[in-house]
C-alpha cells in the first residue's frame, strides 16, 4: 500500500532551522509539501522533479527552505531556515498535484519565542 510519512516537526524559535523528512513508499514523478497553517487552508510551500531534481517555491518561503530528494533512500527533504512564526502549522508531504489518499498525519512544526 502506497505511504508517505512525515517527521522531523518540532518547536523552534523565530530565526532557527527544522529539516523535515519524507519517507514515501511509491512513485511519482513530482513531490511537494504543503502546510496547514492557523490562518489558512492547506498551501502549497515547494515540489520537486523526482528524477531530474528541479526544484520549485511557493513566494512565501523562496530563499529560507529548500527542497530535496535522496534517491536511494526514496525520501524527500525540507530545509527550513530563518523560520518565523507564520511558518508554524503542520506539514505534509504528497504527490504533486496531491492526492486525497496519500495525505498522511503530517508532522506539527511551531515556531515561537
Known amino acids: 500500500q502506497a505511504q508517505l510519512v512525515e517527521s522531523g516537526g518540532g518547536l523552534v524559535r523565530p530565526g532557527g532551522s527544522l529539516r523535515l523528512s519524507c519517507l514515501r513508499s511509491l512513485d511519482s514523478y513530482q513531490m511537494a509539501w504543503f502546510r496547514k497553517t492557523p490562518d489558512k487552508e492547506r498551501e502549497y510551500v515547494a515540489h520537486?522533479?523526482?528524477?531530474?531534481?528541479?526544484?520549485y517555491y511557493s513566494d512565501s518561503v523562496k530563499g529560507r527552505f529548500t527542497i530535496s530528494r535522496d534517491y536511494a533512500k526514496n525520501t524527500m527533504y525540507l530545509q527550513m531556515n530563518n523560520l518565523k512564526p507564520e511558518d508554524t502549522g503542520v506539514y505534509y508531504c504528497?504527490?504533486?498535484?496531491?492526492?486525497?489518499?496519500?495525505w498522511g498525519q503530517g508532522t506539527q512544526v511551531t515556531v515561537s519565542a
Open positions: 504528497n504527490t504533486n498535484p496531491p492526492q486525497n489518499d496519500y
Open positions: 520537486i522533479l523526482w528524477s531530474a531534481g528541479v526544484r
